[in-house]
């Protein structure tokens, strides 16, 4: 592989910057990878495991003749620690967000980034109900979406560079628009993960999710939902504060749908069900003919082993 930054600045060492910074080093993609994240305890085990070359007590040092920035913090947080690094920002550099909403991103971080430093947004569509500086793994982008949502002034050479850059930590990359961006993620992670957090709360509320029998019985059902709603809360309170026209738009779609169900079973009418189930399982088979899943059974995965570490990184599990 090829160096494709000379240096570049992860702010915030957590689940994705550590992913990126093991797949960067994986395959050479920069000479020096320099990190930053606000706690010292985080500091300290980013430290401790090697996971940069050199990580800084400030974000302004880290970022200080960065070639490309990488902001992956919550999305809430995006504005303050761009508005931080902005006077200390080499010209010429490219930042970049990983945050999983774009719209609200952009309108934080747009106003700090200074002239002549590009700002291209970004999402990788992969991701663990793991957070923390210990939970990135190299493989985690491999074979995934890594969406870019650049701006209408966004300098085609940094777009293609940037975009180098993701393809050769493994994943596949395309281009939106922010707004659109945010839609499609409501439908296809953000209501899901609302979903998997009630349906949690339901069995909580019921007492049962601490019963012996839920959890050896739950299967792929019940059992996926935890997964889901054990993610990290605080990333996931930013989403739907940060998306929250267009994941109240899905919900209601949702809930009137989820009504349509509700009365067919009501009235008996076995035909409805069967009519729906049998168009969601063909939308099953053609996220598996996409490659954004496999059709091995328990969803591909190994947790029945009791092997803790995915088999796959998990799609239904990102941002
Ligand atoms: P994570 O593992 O929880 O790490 C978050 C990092 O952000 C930590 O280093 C944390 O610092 C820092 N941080 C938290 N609050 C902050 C604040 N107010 N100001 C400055 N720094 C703060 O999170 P992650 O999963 O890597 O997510 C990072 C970004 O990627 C988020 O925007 C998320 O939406 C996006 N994303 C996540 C996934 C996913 O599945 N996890 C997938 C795609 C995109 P401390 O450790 O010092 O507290």
């Given amino acids: 592989m090829t160096v494709i930054y000379d240096r570049v600045a992860l702010i915030g060492l957590g689940l994705i910057a550590g992913s990126m910074a093991h797949a960067i080093r994986e395959g050479r993609l920069a000479r020096e990878i320099t990190g930053h ?3 010292a305890e985080t500091r300290d085990i980013a430290r ?9 007590d400030t974000a302004a040092e880290a970022v200080a003749d960065a070639d490309l920035v990488v902001l992956a913090v919550p999305v809430g947080a995006m504005g303050a620690v761009a508005a931080e690094i902005a006077p200390h920002l080499k010209p010429g550099a490219t930042v970049t967000d990983v945050g999983s909403v774009k719209q609200s991103v952009i309108d ?3 106003p700090h980034i200074p002239a002549g430093v590009h700002f291209i947004p970004g999402h990788p569509l992969a991701g663990t109900e793991h957070s923390g500086p210990r939970s990135g793994f190299a493989s985690l982008f491999r074979n995934r979406w890594w969406l870019l949502t650049p701006l209408p002034a966004s300098d085609p050479d940094a777009v293609a560079r940037l ?6 930590m493994g994943a596949k990359t395309d281009s939106m628009e922010a ?4 839609l499609v993620l409501a439908v296809t992670s953000h209501a899901p993960h609302l979903i998997a957090y009630t349906m949690v709360g339901v069995a909580d509320h019921l007492r049962r999710v601490t019963d012996e029998e839920v959890i050896q019985y739950s299967a792929a059902g019940f059992r996926d939902f935890t997964r889901i709603a054990a993610s990290d809360p605080t990333m996931w309170r930013d989403v739907f504060l940060h998306n929250k026209e ?3 738009d899905i919900l209601g779609r949702f809930t009137e749908e989820l009504f349509v169900l509700q009365r067919a079973i009501r009235m008996g009418d076995g035909q409805q069900l069967h009519d729906y189930f049998t168009r969601t399982r063909a939308i099953r088979r053609g996220i598996i003919e996409a490659g954004q899943d496999t059709a091995a059974p328990d969803f591909g995965r190994v947790a029945s082993s009791g092997n803790p570490a995915p ?3 998990s799609g239904s599990g990102h941002g």
Avoid: K
């Fill in 179 to 182: 707004a659109h961006h945010d």
């Fill in 48 to 56: 401790e495991i090697g996971l940069c070359d050199r990580i800084f």
């Fill in 163 to 168: 975009s180098d850059l993701v393809r050769a």
């Fill in 37 to 39: 994240a606000r706690s």
């Fill in 246 to 248: 267009a994941t109240l």
């Fill in 311 to 313: 088999a796959l990184p």
């Fill in 108 to 110: 934080a971080v747009c």
